[in-house]
Each structure stands twice: as C-alpha cells, then as structure tokens.
C-alpha cells in the first residue's frame, strides 16, 4: 500500500515538473523580442499643426502621424525588429526622424523632406541620412494622400542611403556588451548630433 502511494506521488511530482517546463517554454516562446531599432518623432510633430498656402486657401496638417506610417511601412520592411519609441524604450539603434513639407502652388508640386539623425543604443551618433521627394498634386483634392505618398517617397530615399552606408550598417548589427549603459529613446533630442551651420537651414 505504501509502496502504491510512494509510486503515485513520483508520479504526480513528475507530471507537474513536466507542465512546468512546458509553460516556461511557452512562455519564453511568446516573449517579444528585443527591437533592435526604435524610430523617434517628436511630439510637437503630432501637436502642431503645419501650414501649406496657397494663393487663395491654406492647409493645415499634423506630419506626426503621416511621418510614422511612412516610417512603419518603409523601415518595417526595409530593417529587421522596427518599433516606434514609447518614452523609456531602449534598443540597439535609436532613429530620430524630422520631417519638412512643402507645396509650390505655381507648380502645383508637394515637396518633402526628412532627416534621420541615427545613434547606437547608448546615444553615440551614428550619422545623418537626408531623403527628398516630390509629387504633382493639388492642395483641394485630396491633400493627404498627396502627404502620404510624397512622406512614403521620401522615407524610402532615407532608408536606401541608410543601407548604403557600409559603415552605418556595421554599427547597427554589431552586438552591445550588456554592461553598456542604453540610453531611453525619448532623450534622443538632448544627444549630440552633427554640426550644423546657417547654411545647413536653407538645404
């Protein structure tokens, strides 16, 4: 009899040693992965609105929003493990992205314009990538999809310099000691970025 029970609790113990480690598995399998880039936008970009004029009318628009579907879709599929930054957040390579529109209402074209000020996790500069587009389209019909897609446009000029850069490409693949301090993705504006100069403004 004692021998029965000493037999059954064996095998209790072993059955709940097993469904332990199968919900460990599970639960390291549902486990996010770390992002190795994480895309920053100010939030003055999705507060304050921009202005395109025109001789008779003008519009106004938030490039937040537009910029950071631009940035999902372009960088999402362009680099592996994109995200964008959510205050604390820290990964393997910090982008901030700072977009600039443009309309030409004698032309009738929308021009854009986005610099992407790239630093390793720890907040060390990594380089500047500077993407253009433009696109014939009209202020009254339909402006924001003109937006979108000249944004798209010019996301994919930044992502392509990007991966041109030999060097760049390095930096962002190169494994991080884990004593390495990261630096949270929100900092990103007070980290030291390129020199500029007056003429800088005007290109």
Request: a neutral charge; one cysteine or more.
């Amino acid at each position: 009899m004692n021998i029965h029970r000493i037999t059954g609790s064996f095998s209790m113990v072993f059955i709940l040693l097993i469904s332990a480690m199968m919900l460990t598995q599970a639960a390291q399998a549902n486990e996010p992965k770390a992002k190795k880039i994480l895309v920053y936008i100010s939030p003055v970009e999705y507060t304050n609105s921009v202005r395109l004029a025109h001789y008779y009318y003008d519009y106004w628009f938030s490039q937040g929003p537009s910029v950071e579907h631009a940035a999902t879709q372009v960088l999402g599929t362009q680099f592996e493990g994109v995200s964008m930054c959510e205050g604390t957040s820290t990964g393997n390579t910090l982008v901030w992205l700072k977009p600039s529109m443009f309309y030409n209402p004698l032309m009738g074209v929308f021009y854009g314009k986005i610099t992407a000020n790239v630093y390793s996790g720890s907040g060390k500069y990594l380089g500047s990538y500077v993407g253009r587009s433009e696109k014939i389209g009209f202020l009254d019909v339909y402006p924001m999809r003109s937006i979108d897609a000249v944004y798209k446009l010019t996301m994919q000029n930044v992502a392509d310099k990007m991966k041109a850069d030999p060097a760049l490409q390095v930096a962002m693949n190169e494994s991080r000691p884990g004593s390495e301090a990261q630096t949270p993705c929100g900092l990103v504006p007070i980290l030291q970025g390129p020199k500029t100069s007056i003429i800088d403004h005007f290109n």
